[in-house]
């Protein structure tokens, strides 16, 4: 597939035929006003900026290869790289910043921002507001574009990323509101995710797989590894690795005071090129050497 990267503000609104650029890093868009007829079908496109997009589609949007509906309206976000693909987009309301890396990047508080894990998420986990929810965010939109259209002085950057702190903490606490709403299905996904994790670790071969990361499992439930890790840290109080590494820990004192095989064994039949790397995670977690654990039986 080929791809066309967009990597500059003027350059997107310019791909939008949009007015031109009044903030050389930061814009925020109408997207009822995008034009979207000389788009070439089934084209892909790579955004070197930082979007957040409150979006209601009659028509379908495609995030690498799977549709998703908007019709009921929901809240979107990319960080540099993803790659978008419109599809069928019959009319589009709403709005949505772009934010250019260097935007944030410029100072400490910009660059905290970028670590809001929801950026990381898949579009088929999006934030669903309220009406009530809508509107706050909305507000907060205005400032961003009136703070944008006025001169830039040396007050600008500071008042923009200061709404822009309000926005993004605004929609971590709807992303909390989310999770808890959405009980049955959160529980679901962690019964699911308990089940890969005992499938896992009951093989016979993590020899030969080694040790799995947050992104296998979140790929075996459909998810991105930033949704997965948040998910179970509200619902369980640890995030994916820990499961991992408290799963991991479980096998090997079965495997210390069942076998008597060495710890260097023990270590590369979990899946460990180096034992040294097992021994100081059993240690970090259970405050004992394999050795001196496998005494205290």
């Known amino acids: 597939m080929q791809y066309t990267d967009i990597t500059s503000i003027s350059q997107l609104l310019s791909f939008f035929r949009y007015d031109k650029p009044v903030h050389p890093l930061i814009a925020v868009v109408d997207l009822a006003k995008v034009e979207r007829s000389h788009r070439i079908p089934d084209a892909a496109y790579r955004l070197d900026l930082y979007s957040i997009a409150c979006k209601q589609i009659e028509g379908s949007f495609k995030y690498g290869r799977t549709d998703y509906d908007f019709s009921e309206g929901s809240l979107m976000f990319t960080a540099p790289n993803q790659v978008l693909s419109p599809g069928i987009e019959n009319k589009v309301e709403g709005w949505a910043i772009y934010i250019h890396p260097d935007f944030l990047h410029a100072d400490s508080r910009g660059r905290k921002l970028t670590s809001y894990s929801f950026f990381g998420y898949d579009t088929h986990e999006c934030l669903h507001i309220s009406d009530a929810e809508k509107k706050v965010l909305e507000d907060c939109v205005a400032n961003i574009s009136r703070e944008i259209s006025m001169n830039v002085d040396t007050h600008s950057h500071n008042l923009i990323l200061t709404n822009l702190e309000l926005l993004l903490s605004y929609c971590s606490r709807f992303y909390d509101r989310q999770f808890l709403t959405r009980v049955k299905a959160s529980n679901d996904i962690v019964e699911r995710f308990d089940r890969a994790l005992n499938d896992y670790f009951a093989q ?81 977690k259970t405050g004992y050497s394999p050795r001196a654990y496998r005494n205290l039986n």
């Open 204 to 284: 016979n071969t993590l020899i030969d797989t080694g040790v799995p990361d947050v992104k296998f499992f979140a790929s075996q439930l459909n998810l991105s590894a930033n949704y997965l890790t948040d998910l179970l840290t509200r619902y369980t109080g640890k995030s994916t690795y820990e499961h991992i590494h408290l799963k991991l820990i479980d096998k090997a004192k079965d495997l210390l005071w069942s076998t008597q095989m060495p710890v260097s064994a023990i270590a590369y039949d979990l899946g460990f090129e180096h034992p040294s790397h097992f021994t100081k995670l059993f240690k970090n």
